[in-house]
């Protein structure tokens, strides 16, 4: 069977290795963001590459779904680490800061659900349940500017440490 050029791990660390290579070249207040950015983009190649591997081991299709839906979550968190983190806007700072508790939400239940899958419990169902209170949370978090029932602010709404306590969510 022929290898898709993706699932090669040398292609992705020569690339990651020119880029690091060609870092002097830039200004010094570049040189950590576009260090962080490869680091953060080198984590999301890796996820990626296990994804494939997952599609070509695992056949069973419930399986497949669920450790698929854990990969796309964990890249969509790496994605915000790394627009959070290392591309430095203010307007979007609360917005990726609350949209961090979606995967974190999320992950421990695709987690469990997969651990039940796993142990034979196939048809159990009340597992689904479960995704009310996480959906919940969610939508609690990302509408928290209107009530501040997760987070309250001392003043400005801002992510920095001090000007925030926690509320009841």
């Known amino acids: 069977a022929k290898r898709h050029i993706l699932q090669n791990p040398i292609w992705i660390l020569s690339i990651f ?11 010094p207040g570049l040189q950590r963001t576009v260090r962080g950015l490869l680091v953060s983009f080198a984590y999301i190649a890796l996820a990626i590459l296990w994804s494939f591997s997952v599609l070509d081991r695992i056949r069973e299709k419930q399986s497949r779904k669920i450790l698929l839906g854990i990969v796309g979550l964990i890249v969509f ?34 987690v469990f659900h997969m651990t039940l899958y796993i142990e034979g419990n196939r048809k159990l169902g009340w597992e ?16 928290n500017n209107l009530h501040q029932f997760a987070f309250r602010f001392d003043g400005v709404i801002s992510s920095k440490a001090g000007t925030y306590s926690y509320g009841v969510l």
Not at 17 to 27: E, F, G, M
Not at 81 to 109: G, M, N, S
Not at 128 to 143: E, H, S
Request: aromatic content about 14%; some cysteine.
């Open 77 to 110: 968190w790496l994605l915000l680490r790394a627009c959070k983190y290392e591309i430095w806007d203010d307007r979007l700072d609360i917005a990726l800061w609350y949209l961090f508790y979606v995967p974190q939400t999320l992950l421990p239940l695709l």
């Open 17 to 27: 290795l020119i880029a690091l290579a060609n870092q002097p070249l830039l200004a």
């Open 128 to 143: 689904r349940f479960l995704y009310i209170p996480a959906g919940l949370i969610i939508l609690g978090i990302l509408t």
